[in-house]
């Protein structure tokens, strides 16, 4: 079992920039939440999906988006990027309400 | 909106100390509280999950209870080693399967 991988490890992108970031759940796992992780915080929710559907959000702007595949992995997009989007983006995959595994995370750098 | 803090920020302990980090939360309808460990740059591993019905669990030398009604929970660690060197995230799984995390506490184990 893979558990939860990401990709990329990690971005560099310009400010103004779009950026997609993708996620595999962990095996018998349907449901995917994503969280943005600035430097010395903790995580914050920024949306989750199930069934391809997003059923929750965060206080995230709509430049943030994304999406779920029948798979059930998941891509996150960011449009517009700015300086302050800088931040390690955490992908966590559960099952009815049962633990969240995260993977190792993306992080992200915009200049 | 549920908030929840974390205390100490950090801990520098010597080898072989037992340790609480503590964990508290404003909003008590939860459905459970998770303990994670992320070392640096790394992603998340989950610790412990208790269920809101329940009062601890324990894993090894890591033992966390929650008290529901006070809105916290407890993070005992016996006889800690330099390898338990890391943040530890504690989360409250709300409605939804969303978590909110503390900012963590930034443990140091000195041999």
């Known amino acids: 079992d893979a558990g939860v991988t990401q990709s990329p490890t990690h971005l560099i992108k310009t400010r103004g920039q779009q950026v997609t970031l993708r996620c595999s759940p962990k095996s018998g796992h349907d449901t995917v939440s994503w969280y943005q992780q600035a430097l010395g915080q903790g995580p914050q929710f920024i949306f989750q999906?199930?069934?391809?559907?997003?059923?929750q959000r965060g206080n995230f702007p709509d430049r943030f988006s994304g999406h779920q595949f029948p798979n059930y992995s998941s891509e996150l997009n960011v449009n517009a990027l700015l300086l302050g989007d800088s931040a390690l983006y955490l992908c966590?995959?559960?099952?009815?309400?049962?633990?969240?595994?995260f993977g190792a995370g993306t992080r992200l750098s915009v200049l | 909106k549920q908030e929840v803090t974390q205390i100490p920020a950090a801990l520098s302990v010597p080898e072989g100390e037992n340790l609480v980090l503590n964990c508290s939360f404003t909003d008590s309808a939860i459905y459970n509280l998770q303990w994670f460990r992320q070392d640096p740059g790394k992603g998340l591993t989950s610790l412990l999950l208790?269920?809101?019905?329940?009062r601890e669990q324990t894993s090894g030398r890591l033992n966390a209870s929650l008290d529901k009604s006070s809105g916290r929970s407890t993070l005992y660690i016996a006889a800690s080693q330099p390898g338990d060197s890391a943040t530890y995230l504690c989360?409250?799984?709300?409605?939804?399967?969303?978590?909110?995390f503390g900012a963590g506490t930034i443990l140091r184990v000195k041999s």
């Open positions: 208790i269920q809101s019905s329940q």
């Open positions: 966590a995959s559960s099952f009815l309400g049962g633990f969240s595994y």
């Open positions: 989360a409250a799984l709300e409605y939804g399967n969303k978590l909110v």
């Open positions: 999906y199930y069934e391809e559907e997003e059923r």
